[in-house]
């Protein structure tokens, strides 16, 4: 990964670490980012944008980025959201093909089918642990909550950080 990221002049903050995993697939076609992920997620890890800067981190710890409660809020809206609800996931990797299904919701709410293409998965057991994890996050509608906040609470965030809010008032514990 430090070999890929200094060939593509990227900046990046990398502790070096050493693992008894060693793997040698062939990414012709595929983009660096995308090598990248598909290496760290052997081992656990990701990459996340830290303004410009890469940084890799355990995949498990996620940091919060801010904290909200009832004085910091204009408002609040909880939404029950089935814009990513899929009970279906097709995953097809470099020449392989995997499909996971929930069979009780398709017969209760019809089929809803996802499909992904990573051309970087190039093992069946790849393909089929990525097509499981993406059935998990997938199968069940989200419970959401919209928030409004004044803009200087909320310059540091990016979308896909991790925030902590809790509404007293609508009895919502703290939760990320």
Do not use: W
């Amino acid at each position: 990964i430090e070999e890929l990221l200094e060939e593509n002049g990227v900046s990046y903050s990398l502790t070096k670490e050493s693992y008894p995993l060693y793997a040698s697939p062939d990414f012709q076609g595929a983009s660096t980012f995308a090598v990248i992920n598909y290496l760290l997620s052997l081992k656990d890890k990701q990459v996340v944008d830290n303004s410009g800067t890469l940084n890799i981190n355990n995949d498990t710890s996620r940091t919060v980025k801010a904290t909200f409660r009832d004085d910091d809020l204009i408002s609040y809206k909880q939404i029950k959201s089935e814009f990513g609800f899929y009970n279906e996931i097709t995953v097809y990797g470099a020449g392989l093909k995997s499909t996971r299904k929930n069979i009780k919701s398709i017969k209760e709410k019809g089929r809803k089918t996802l499909e992904v293409f990573l051309e970087e998965l190039i093992t069946q057991a790849d393909v089929d642990k990525k097509a499981y994890q993406l059935l998990r996050i997938h199968s069940n509608p989200a419970n959401n909550l919209e928030l409004t906040l004044p803009i200087d609470k909320v310059k540091t965030i990016n979308a896909g950080d991790v925030i902590n809010c809790e509404v007293l008032a609508a009895n919502i514990k703290m939760n990320q």
